[in-house]
């Protein structure tokens, strides 16, 4: 008969797990021991220790206020402090023609680690600054004229806001926090001198503010007339095979002509 190994199950017992995990945070948190060196300790399974230690974790993120969490830090680094403070005397107690060199190898790489926790757990402490984001004006520059010269029909030149924001998004490949720095910077430099209700002339806006030059903007100018010429005579020429196919009264015409009127608009 093969006997069950208790290390690999864990206490089932719901006081017994309780009393473990409280066991599992003094010596993790507190104490800064490894899951290995708990599950020797308790004599548990290494998969329950750290099963136990995710579960621990999530519950002081979830229930525990950043006062609190704080608080507990403090009792760590001070714990840890405290052992740092036995190892240095007990380097300084260390006779080496004694005992050789090599506790002292050993005593300076456990201060060493225990200088490295503290460390971390000070950075916990203290919330990081999110850096603010500096673009600068050669990027700013870039974008704008990559949006003017850009190859893609579905933007025009007088375009709403959230079209402005999207081809921003689109020339740059960056994220939402470049995008709308981008247009904070297009307004700041008069975007709205250049709007007619919702909609922005951002073509006359880099023109007027030197992000493209006359020269530019009068070749874009001429391109779109051009362009217009061309849909306009093509239009015609359409209009003019639908009447000769379907009669000059337009009231008459079947449905498939409207159709076909309706594919020659677009």
């Known amino acids: 008969m093969i006997e069950k190994d208790d290390r690999k199950s864990g206490p089932k017992n ?37 099963s136990d230690i995710e579960y621990l974790s999530k519950s002081i993120a979830q229930s525990y206020s950043k006062s609190h969490i704080n608080e507990n830090f403090s009792k760590v680094i001070e714990s840890l402090e405290i052992q740092k403070g036995r190892l240095i005397l007990l380097h300084e107690k260390i006779d080496v023609e004694k005992h050789g060199i090599g506790p002292i ?75 709308n720095e981008i247009f904070k910077m297009m307004e700041q430099n008069g975007l709205e001198y250049f709007s007619m209700g919702p909609l922005y002339n951002i073509l006359n806006f ?40 379907y009669g000059n009264d337009s009231s008459k015409w079947p449905s498939e002509a409207f159709l076909e009127y309706n594919m020659l608009r677009d």
């Open 14 to 50: 719901h006081t017994q797990r309780e009393q473990r995990r409280n066991k599992v945070y003094e010596l993790y948190f507190e104490k800064g021991y490894t899951a290995i060196k708990i599950a020797n300790e308790l004599n548990v399974n290494r998969n329950t220790i750290t």
């Open 105 to 179: 190898i050993k005593l300076e790489k456990m201060i060493t680690d225990v200088n490295t926790k503290i460390g971390s757990y000070y950075e916990k402490l203290v919330p990081r600054k999110k850096e603010k984001l500096v673009i600068s004006n050669k990027q700013y520059v870039q974008v704008i004229r990559d949006i003017i010269f850009f190859e893609n029909d579905e933007f025009g030149f007088t375009i709403e806001r959230k079209d402005i924001l999207k081809a921003i998004f689109l020339v740059s490949k960056k994220d939402k926090e470049f995008v």
């Open 206 to 245: 880099a023109a007027n503010t030197d992000i493209i030059t006359k020269n530019e903007q009068q070749r874009i100018l001429d391109e779109i007339n051009e362009e217009a010429v061309k849909y306009l005579d093509e239009f015609e020429e359409g209009l003019e095979k639908l009447y000769q196919k």
